[in-house]
């Protein structure tokens, strides 16, 4: 690969704005300067140039509700690099009972067809003290420093309190970031099963079943747990002003906690689940369920004022005849919706495009904040000499209608059907490579690269009530009381 210089655009970063240009060798920036010259020049005259983004929660083949998603590492990584992300963070997750590294192996072969660079988070799915061990030698050996726990999907993915205390506990030895799904999943089972007594069948069903109080709550005691552990915490798809309170109200104690909205909670409203056709609200089944207004201003007002961290996708994409395995029962509608090609776009034209955020903010969520949280920064996220160049060249002037047709997700469908987006990469590079010209991928399977990350030091701890949990000190008493007071 010879030199490339991206001439005549605006950096942009979670920080700073300014002119230069920029000089890619052996896939990384080597010079940030004016008049810099290369092989090939890429022009980004009337351009911002921004860290590729990175979606902290993708689900790319992932086993669930009896099927498979069906976005793979091949499709879902163009379709994150059609859309602006050079970077995914997936899950890989063993089945209850089954080995972490077992189920490592089975992501590392997936992932080989990948053509963005990826890395994972581990789940815990199940606890003994097997996974007690395992969970060093994914930290150690494999670079892999996020751990997440589902709190619903009782029965198949879901761990009690015991479980997550003692998962959390160990995250904090190793230095890892113990991440929730947070929904209480023994209220939601027993919600789904009145629902389905009472003859409530269809996908609105979903909708009532999932409570924004079920994820208030978990994510409440995910915190509250979290701190006992003497750990941070990473709360994934926070949808509702409970969850979004809950944290605020953690940052505020001084508690690291960071909590990550969907680009879907943002931009699609619970509405959808009261269309007539059924297959329009089943495909937008996921977990947890669109909301209505007031949510969905508190994620952006938290995003504005950064109690909310990043947006990620958690894109999870099953075909509408995926979806119709549910007809009849809601609680058999696979849950998962995708996102990846749409995040950055998406965000721009509701974000920066109506002033709710600043281009720093937007780079800040999409990238930078997610490679500093998960322990990837400055590799990714940054536009620095010596940073991998994932690199995407914004035209904020170009507009599309976003397609199902037009899309390189394998799905038959897009949610976000019919929306207008202003604000579209021109070119997205990848590791240096040009891997999206003016709306056309060039992508390699292969291409992608497993980023491992670092485990953070001691002073990634929680900051309020640890020490007192992990240090008791015993009682000094003068002598044993006769009988068994
Ligand atoms: N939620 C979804 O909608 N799909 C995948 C897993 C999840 O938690
Ligand atoms: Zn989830
Ligand atoms: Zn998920
Ligand atoms: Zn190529």
């Excluded at 069903?205 to 999932?210: E, I, Q």
């Excluded at 508690?255 to 959808?272: A, F, N, T």
């Excluded at 999409?366 to 996220?381: D, F, H, Q």
């Excluded at 997700?409 to 021109?426: C, M």
Aim: net charge negative; with cysteine.
């Amino acid at each position: 690969m010879g030199s490339t210089v991206i001439r005549n655009g605006t950096i942009v970063t979670a920080d700073l704005t300014y002119e230069a240009d920029l000089l890619i060798e052996g896939g990384r920036i080597t010079a940030i300067g004016r008049g810099l010259t290369g092989d090939e020049v890429l022009d980004a005259t009337g351009c911002y140039v921004m860290p590729g983004g990175i979606d902290p929660h993708t689900h790319l083949e992932m086993p669930f509700m009896g099927t498979h998603s069906t976005d793979d590492f091949a499709s879902g990584t163009r379709a994150a690099i059609a859309g602006g992300t050079t970077m995914v963070v997936d899950f890989a997750l063993p089945s209850p009972g089954q080995s972490l590294l077992d189920a490592l192996k089975t992501w590392h072969n997936k992932s080989g067809q990948a053509a963005c660079d990826y890395s994972y988070h581990m789940a815990i799915t199940w606890w003994d003290r097997q996974v007690f061990d395992e969970m060093e030698t994914v930290v150690r050996d494999h670079g892999i420093t996020s751990f997440k726990h589902f709190m619903a999907y009782k029965g198949a993915l879901m761990v009690n309190d015991d479980e997550l205390f003692a998962s959390f506990s160990r995250c904090a030895e190793l230095g890892a970031i113990p991440m929730v799904h947070a929904e209480n999943g023994d209220v939601v089972a027993e919600l789904q099963a009145r629902l389905l007594a009472q003859g409530n069948t269809g996908p609105e069903a979903h909708a009532y079943s999932r409570p924004s109080s079920v994820e208030g709550e978990a994510t409440n005691r995910a915190i509250m747990i979290a701190d006992m552990a003497g750990v941070p915490l990473y709360v994934v798809h926070t949808s509702c002003e409970e969850a979004h309170e809950a944290i605020r109200r953690a940052k505020m104690q001084g508690k690291r906690v960071w909590g990550e909205p969907l680009i879907q909670h943002l931009i699609l409203d619970e509405s959808e689940y009261a269309h007539p056709d059924w297959d329009h609200a089943a495909r937008r089944v996921m977990s947890p369920p669109f909301r209505d207004k007031r949510h969905q201003d508190s994620l952006w007002a938290g995003l504005a004022s950064g109690t909310l961290s990043v947006v990620a996708t958690d894109h999870c994409a099953f075909t509408t005849e995926q979806k119709r395995n549910g007809v009849g029962d809601f609680t058999k509608i696979p849950n998962g919706t995708g996102g990846l090609e749409d995040r950055m776009p998406l965000l721009w034209t509701h974000g920066v495009g109506t002033g709710r955020l600043t281009m720093n903010e937007f780079v800040a969520v999409t990238s930078t904040n997610v490679a500093k949280i998960l322990g990837c920064y400055p590799r990714k996220g940054a536009i620095l000499v010596g940073a991998d160049a994932d690199i995407v060249v914004w035209d904020p002037q170009k507009e599309k209608t976003i397609t199902a047709a037009a899309q390189a997700s394998a799905i038959d469908y897009n949610v976000f059907e019919g929306q207008r987006v202003k604000g579209l990469p021109r070119y997205v590079l990848s590791r240096g490579h040009v891997s999206l010209r003016d709306g056309a991928l060039d992508t390699h399977e292969g291409h992608g690269e497993f980023v491992a990350r670092a485990p953070q030091g001691p002073v990634n701890r929680a900051l309020s009530s640890w020490k007192v949990l992990t240090a008791p000190r015993p009682v000094a008493r003068s002598g044993i009381p006769a009988s068994g007071v």
